[in-house]
């Protein structure tokens, strides 16, 4: 992405993202902003970023691992981390917006020999082409501060969960008191820069009628992450889409 002078940075606006006259996001995101971030994070990101998220993707494949079988959906699957820490005895499918990550993740499944790991694909996750009602568990970590859309993210991902199945989130939900809130607030002008929003709200994601919240689990370290665990309710309305 083609740098701005430093005064011009400086003076782009902030877009306030609000619901019901409360602020609940702050921050410009579009795909090609993440795109370009994350091609950036590509060679670096298993030794920066994935080491601080390390504990969330412990917590979210090990409530996936307890399961006797079933097909997973990770959405973000980025460089495949959590990749080998799945049990064999679960199905895993990756998706991810970046070719970049993807490339890293496919090596890592043919370096480690990960069988269980049927399709690696190059997806929008808000706008995932998958029938309803496909997987038995979804697990998005990561992802929601991400996403220029995260409500409709949200839509698609009660959607490809069968009834009963679950809908797994590790994220970061900013603060609007103390240090962290003052810090979150100054580094939200540059979303689109850095790839992702640090004021974000809870709400953002409480937004589908399909899904009851059952677990919400402050994580390691400091509580910057939070584990959020959802199941689709039975008899929930279907959407037709298409199919990968």
């Keep these: 992405m083609k740098s701005m002078p430093r005064t011009e940075f400086r003076r782009q606006p902030a877009l306030l993202e609000k619901s019901h006259g409360r602020i609940v996001g702050i921050g410009r995101i579009d795909e090609s902003a993440v795109r370009d971030a994350y ?51 679960v199905e895993i499918v990756g998706i991810d917006l970046s070719p970049e990550m993807l490339e890293k993740a496919r090596e890592r499944v043919d370096a480690e020999g990960l069988e269980n790991v049927t399709g690696l694909h190059e997806m929008d996750a808000a706008d ?45 939900f900013s603060q609007s008191h103390g240090m962290r809130g003052w810090v979150e607030r100054r580094m939200a002008p540059f979303a689109e820069h850095i790839g992702w929003r640090s004021v974000f709200d809870l709400s953002r994601v409480m937004v589908s009628e399909n899904l009851e919240l059952v677990e919400r689990k402050s994580l390691k370290p400091f509580g910057i992450f ?18 990968e």
């Design 39 to 89: 091609r950036r994070w590509a060679p670096v990101y298993d030794y920066t970023f994935g080491r601080i998220a390390g504990q969330g993707r412990q917590n979210a494949v090990a409530v996936i691992n307890k399961a006797q079988q079933g097909r997973v959906l990770e959405v973000g699957v980025g460089t495949g981390l959590s990749l080998p820490d799945y049990a064999r005895h």
């Design 226 to 243: 939070t584990l959020l665990r959802f199941i689709k309710k039975r008899g929930a309305s279907r959407g037709a889409h298409a199919t």
């Design 128 to 172: 995932l082409r998958f029938p309803a009602d496909s997987f038995d568990t979804v697990v998005a970590m990561f992802v929601m501060t991400v996403v220029p859309d995260p409500e409709r993210v949200m839509s698609e991902l009660a959607r490809v969960t069968k009834p009963g199945g679950e809908v797994i989130l590790v994220n970061h």
